[in-house]
């Protein structure tokens, strides 16, 4: 993996004045990503891949959305950005990820759920200027760019797209409020250290907060027996079974389309091929809700 360049470096808090080290992260379908280590401390240097119009990645609402919740101490606090580059650069919070057994122990739920009501509690007129981003406006966007490519494939995504305006309709996205949401909240994407922390801000946005909820159900279905505990951490507590299963279908929807429209612009791994199955295994599984 290439080294961050000497100018991205400059950007780090005491690198220029010292000696300092660099090392590649793992993880990521996105980016690339260093620890650089200084005489003022650790920092996370991401860098974009160039895919970011093509898989609806808006790196201002992420750099945005990052130091809204690290007010709350629910991200790492903000450096620098350079949204035309995909750059930023954060303070590095160590921990570990988190795997699927944290999703089926309550406790660890419980912290999770803390997190999110803080993160949805923010001020919504500090969120002045994200945008107002719904799954169905954001499968109707992957699709167009699918069936650009990808003609022959029209029908089906058609098909789901009519299930998927059901859906959203079904989880009643529309009676609740909108707030602050991180969107993407897989293991990997949660740092457990001194505190909590959620990195990875790509797709956050004022957004349903029952969205937050159905990507932890949909990535890790060993949540689901907590599906209750996680609602009313939340402070979602009223809402309905029919309700979660209409959200989670369509966050499912969205992980599918996303690992569809990334093969447009990147030879797709084993484990991409298999994530997008999984996917769409489970859309068929649960498309009569």
Same mark, same amino acid.
């Given at each position: 993996?290439?080294?961050?360049?000497?100018?991205? !470096?400059?950007? @780090? &808090?005491?690198?220029?004045?010292?000696?300092? %080290? @660099?090392?590649? +992260?793992?993880?990521?379908?996105?980016?690339?990503?260093?620890?650089?280590?200084?005489? !003022?401390?650790?920092?996370?240097?991401?860098?974009?891949?160039?895919?970011?119009? !093509?898989?609806?990645?808006?790196?201002?609402? %992420?750099?945005?959305?990052?130091?809204?919740?690290?007010?709350?101490?629910? $991200?790492?606090?903000?450096?620098?950005?350079?949204?035309?580059?995909?750059? !930023?650069?954060?303070? #590095?919070?160590?921990?570990?990820?988190? %795997?699927?057994?944290?999703?089926?122990?309550?406790?660890?739920?419980?912290?999770?759920?803390?997190?999110?009501?803080?993160?949805?509690?923010?001020?919504?007129?500090?969120?002045? /200027?994200? &945008?107002?981003?719904?799954?169905?406006?954001? =499968?109707?966007?992957?699709?167009?760019?699918?069936?650009?490519? =990808?003609?022959?494939?029209?029908?089906?995504?058609?098909?789901?797209?009519?299930?998927?305006?059901? $859906?959203?309709? $079904?989880?009643?996205?529309?009676?609740?409020?909108?707030?602050?949401?991180?969107?993407?909240?897989?293991?990997?994407?949660? @740092?457990?250290?001194?505190?909590?922390?959620?990195?990875?801000?790509? #797709?956050?946005?004022?957004?349903?907060?029952?969205?937050?909820?159905?990507? *932890?159900? =949909? #990535?890790?279905?060993?949540?689901? $027996?907590?599906?209750?505990?996680?609602?009313?951490?939340?402070?979602? /507590?009223?809402?309905?079974?029919?309700?979660?299963?209409?959200?989670?279908?369509?966050?499912? +929807?969205? @992980?599918?389309?996303?690992?569809? *429209?990334?093969?447009?612009? *990147?030879?797709?791994?084993?484990?991409?091929?298999?994530? %997008?199955?999984?996917?769409?295994?489970?859309?068929?599984?649960?498309?009569?809700?």
């Amino acid at each position: 993996m290439i080294a961050p360049g000497d100018d991205v !470096l400059a950007r @780090v &808090p005491g690198a220029a004045d010292g000696p300092f %080290e @660099v090392a590649a +992260l793992r993880g990521g379908l996105t980016n690339r990503s260093f620890l650089v280590g200084t005489a !003022l401390g650790r920092f996370v240097v991401r860098l974009g891949t160039g895919a970011d119009a !093509l898989l609806g990645i808006d790196r201002h609402t %992420e750099a945005a959305a990052q130091r809204l919740a690290a007010t709350v101490a629910v $991200a790492p606090r903000v450096i620098d950005a350079d949204e035309s580059r995909g750059l !930023l650069i954060t303070e #590095y919070v160590a921990g570990r990820a988190w %795997e699927q057994s944290d999703f089926a122990t309550p406790g660890q739920i419980d912290r999770l759920g803390s997190q999110l009501a803080r993160l949805h509690a923010l001020d919504a007129h500090a969120s002045a /200027g994200l &945008p107002v981003r719904d799954p169905l406006t954001a =499968a109707h966007a992957y699709v167009a760019r699918i069936v650009q490519e =990808a003609p022959g494939e029209r029908a089906a995504l058609t098909r789901l797209l009519g299930q998927a305006a059901d $859906a959203h309709l $079904a989880s009643g996205a529309g009676a609740r409020p909108a707030t602050l949401v991180h969107s993407d909240l897989h293991g990997s994407n949660i @740092v457990d250290g001194e505190g909590l922390w959620l990195i990875d801000w790509e #797709y956050a946005a004022l957004a349903d907060p029952l969205q937050d909820v159905a990507s *932890v159900l =949909a #990535y890790h279905p060993d949540a689901a $027996a907590h599906a209750g505990r996680l609602l009313d951490a939340v402070g979602l /507590g009223d809402v309905t079974r029919r309700d979660l299963l209409a959200a989670v279908w369509m966050f499912q +929807l969205l @992980v599918f389309l996303w690992y569809r *429209v990334r093969r447009l612009a *990147v030879a797709p791994t084993s484990a991409d091929l298999a994530a %997008e199955r999984r996917a769409h295994a489970a859309l068929v599984h649960n498309g009569n809700l």
